[in-house]
């Protein structure tokens, strides 16, 4: 494998279901991130890890749930979602965040998640 | 409030033409610009960017424009290829901001015809 991997890439679950996205990199990465891609929304930053420790959370709901083991995996635990929840969920990673912007993020396919 | 916008959703263009892809953007805080490309299926994959030092940088084909002025910056693709049809995604930054947090636009759609 190569580049950033996730699984599963559909998903679909009950408001009362529990499950979890798992993003893995091939990179050597220090960073990793997850974006909401929503219908007709631009990408949005949900959480940012750096050396496994989060730096950045951007006002998600507790409903999502992140957990970094490691510098190569990340995972999303989902837990009483909503059908507003239902987007493209994107994983990214990064060499050196804190060398600011012209560290380039490569992505993952996503996960495309489904609430009913 | 959308700090970084792309206001054409989508854009056709035939094949060996110019693409031309528009993104405007609100925060002048905002110091450093990419462009990522997304096929179907597949996660952005970088394209090209820009420091707001600079008013132009190409690479082969693509070049983007930055218009600091204007809180503008434009993607030219010269010639346009099929291969180009894809999503394109503009984004922003902050380069003092500690990490690459990007904000990004909702995306243009491209296509380019043969």
């Known amino acids: 494998e190569t580049g950033v991997t996730q699984t599963p890439r559909h998903l679909v679950m009950g408001m009362t279901n529990k499950k979890s996205l798992k993003c893995e990199q091939h990179?050597?990465?220090?960073?990793m991130y997850w974006y909401k891609q929503s219908a007709k929304k631009p990408l949005e930053l949900m959480f940012v890890?750096?050396?496994?420790?989060?730096?950045e959370n951007n006002s998600v709901p507790s409903r999502f749930s992140p957990e970094c083991p490691n510098s190569s995996h990340l995972f999303l635990h989902l837990h009483t979602l909503q059908p507003e929840d239902s987007a493209l969920y994107l994983c990214?990673?990064?060499?050196?965040?804190?060398?600011?912007?012209?560290?380039?993020?490569?992505f993952g396919p996503g996960t495309r998640l489904t609430v009913l | 409030d959308q700090q970084v916008k792309q206001n054409s959703p989508s854009l056709s263009v035939q094949e060996g033409r110019i693409s031309i892809l528009n993104c405007d953007y609100t925060?002048?805080?905002?110091?450093?610009f990419l462009w990522y490309k997304k096929y179907p299926a597949e996660g952005p994959t970088f394209l090209i960017s820009?420091?707001?030092?600079?008013d132009k940088n190409e690479d082969g084909r693509f070049t983007v424009f930055l218009n600091k002025s204007a809180k503008h910056l434009s993607l030219h693709i010269v010639p346009s290829q099929p291969g180009d049809s894809a999503v394109y995604f503009c984004?922003?930054?902050?380069?003092?901001?500690?990490?690459?947090?990007?904000?990004f636009g909702k995306g243009t759609m491209l296509l380019v015809s043969p």
């Open positions: 990179l050597g990465h220090n960073a």
């Open positions: 984004a922003a930054t902050q380069t003092n901001s500690g990490y690459s947090t990007l904000t």
């Open positions: 890890y750096n050396f496994k420790e989060q730096t």
């Open positions: 990214a990673s990064s060499q050196d965040p804190s060398g600011g912007a012209t560290d380039t993020q490569y």
């Open positions: 820009i420091s707001s030092i600079k």
């Open positions: 925060n002048s805080m905002f110091d450093y």
